[in-house]
């Protein structure tokens, strides 16, 4: 039996489609249809929520923003500079099957999505980047894309408290145990907090000279729209002032380091990052929290913060396929919306 490709609304269909998004092991809260739609109104796209059923069985889902701007045509995945960390396809009621079984279903799955793209879309560009849960990318080589591998950093949440911090590095250990609990305040903060977390990204950015076109609004709408908890922003103050913190992006089993955890702009006698990282892990462990996806291990100045919590290496890919240059040209697009 073939694959049947559906298309669902992200307004009229969000009931079903969170469904199937609930039941992968390879989604985010950024594939739920309120942040879809929200990420394509904040990027100027048109989002399509793909699934694939055999019969009656969902077996994938693949969200795609479609882009189109005069005679520029793109389909993204995730939707370009919405500064979602993973997006691309990801699978269903495939883990128990065997492998020849599996194999089949896989690629007729995407096979059919990028015909589906072709044909509806027909995109001079397209750029999907995929999470770690998503590792079989043979079918797009097939379909004559570029594959990239990418890189992340993965820490596992197991054993007790104490077995977790004694897997940093020595710094680090340190830092967190020898913090005077008087000196400060983390906690889980509000939607204001989000935009300050946001903006002092965007200020760290600024002062490196690189864009950072991330809004802090497109943000808290994020926060207000998900379900609770599905973003978390958590936020240290040292004295009752804001001085820096993280936004965590939580899912059934992982934990993602989504913003913010920048330098912060004084010395205020403690590791402020060390911390937030720490509270961030020691919750989702708590919680029953599998993992905590650091978010990237490509630049190697970022890599030594990343390194000391001893996590292990995660890779996910970049696909991409079309005319060399139009992702410069969405870029500079983007830049003066």
Same mark, same amino acid.
């Given at each position: 039996?073939?694959?049947?490709?559906?298309?669902?609304?992200?307004?009229?269909?969000?009931?079903? +489609?969170?469904?199937?998004?609930?039941?992968?092991?390879?989604?985010?809260? @950024? @594939?739920?249809?309120?942040?879809?739609?929200?990420?394509?109104?904040?990027?100027?796209?048109?989002?399509?929520?793909?699934?694939?059923?055999?019969?009656?069985?969902?077996?994938?889902?693949?969200?795609?923003?479609?882009?189109?701007?005069?005679?520029?045509?793109?389909?993204?995945?995730?939707?370009?500079?919405?500064? /979602?960390?993973?997006?691309?396809?990801? %699978? %269903?009621?495939?883990?128990?099957?065997?492998?020849?079984?599996?194999?089949?279903?896989?690629?007729?799955?995407?096979?059919?999505?990028?015909? +589906?793209?072709?044909?509806?879309?027909?995109? %001079?560009?397209?750029?999907?980047?995929?999470?770690?849960?998503?590792?079989?990318?043979?079918?797009?080589?097939?379909?004559?894309?570029?594959?990239?591998?990418?890189? /992340?950093?993965?820490?596992?949440?197991?054993?007790?408290e104490e077995d977790l911090q004694k897997r940093f590095s020595s710094d680090a250990r340190s830092?967190?145990?020898?913090?005077?609990?008087?000196?400060?305040?983390?906690?889980?903060?509000?939607?204001?907090?989000?935009?300050?977390?946001?903006?002092?990204?965007?200020? !760290?950015?600024?002062?490196?000279?690189?864009?950072? !076109?991330?809004?802090?609004?497109?943000?808290?709408?994020?926060?207000?729209?998900?379900?609770?908890?599905?973003?978390?922003?958590?936020?240290?103050?040292?004295?009752?002032?804001?001085?820096?913190?993280? %936004?965590?992006?939580?899912?059934?089993?992982?934990?993602?380091? +989504?913003?913010?955890?920048?330098?912060?702009?004084?010395?205020?006698?403690?590791?402020?990052?060390?911390?937030?990282? +720490?509270?961030?892990?020691?919750?989702?462990?708590?919680?029953?929290?599998?993992?905590?996806?650091?978010?990237?291990?490509?630049?190697?100045?970022?890599?030594?913060?990343?390194?000391?919590?001893?996590?292990?290496?995660?890779?996910?890919?970049?696909?991409?396929?079309?005319?060399?240059?139009?992702?410069?040209?969405?870029?500079?697009?983007?830049?003066?919306?």
């Amino acid at each position: 039996m073939s694959i049947e490709i559906r298309q669902f609304d992200p307004r009229a269909d969000i009931d079903e +489609w969170n469904r199937y998004v609930e039941r992968s092991d390879g989604t985010n809260p @950024f @594939f739920r249809a309120e942040a879809l739609a929200l990420q394509g109104e904040e990027t100027d796209t048109t989002p399509h929520l793909l699934a694939g059923f055999k019969g009656q069985e969902p077996v994938g889902v693949f969200p795609v923003f479609e882009y189109a701007k005069g005679p520029i045509t793109g389909a993204f995945s995730p939707a370009p500079h919405s500064w /979602t960390s993973y997006l691309g396809p990801a %699978l %269903l009621n495939v883990a128990k099957l065997k492998r020849r079984k599996a194999d089949r279903r896989i690629k007729r799955f995407l096979e059919g999505c990028l015909e +589906w793209i072709e044909g509806t879309i027909s995109p %001079l560009y397209s750029k999907f980047v995929t999470g770690a849960a998503f590792d079989d990318v043979r079918p797009f080589r097939w379909n004559e894309y570029d594959v990239v591998p990418g890189h /992340t950093y993965v820490v596992d949440l197991e054993g007790s408290e104490e077995d977790l911090q004694k897997r940093f590095s020595s710094d680090a250990r340190s830092n967190v145990r020898n913090a005077d609990d008087d000196a400060y305040v983390i906690e889980e903060g509000d939607g204001d907090d989000v935009e300050r977390i946001v903006e002092k990204v965007r200020q !760290r950015y600024e002062s490196q000279g690189q864009p950072f !076109r991330l809004r802090s609004g497109f943000a808290r709408s994020l926060y207000e729209t998900l379900p609770e908890g599905a973003i978390r922003p958590y936020a240290c103050r040292v004295d009752g002032e804001f001085q820096g913190g993280i %936004l965590v992006v939580e899912s059934d089993r992982t934990r993602y380091r +989504w913003q913010g955890g920048v330098k912060p702009d004084v010395d205020v006698g403690i590791a402020i990052n060390d911390l937030l990282d +720490w509270h961030v892990m020691r919750d989702g462990l708590r919680d029953g929290i599998e993992e905590y996806d650091l978010v990237g291990a490509g630049v190697p100045s970022i890599n030594r913060y990343k390194a000391k919590f001893n996590p292990r290496l995660e890779t996910h890919y970049e696909i991409t396929r079309g005319a060399f240059g139009i992702d410069l040209l969405v870029d500079r697009y983007q830049k003066h919306r």
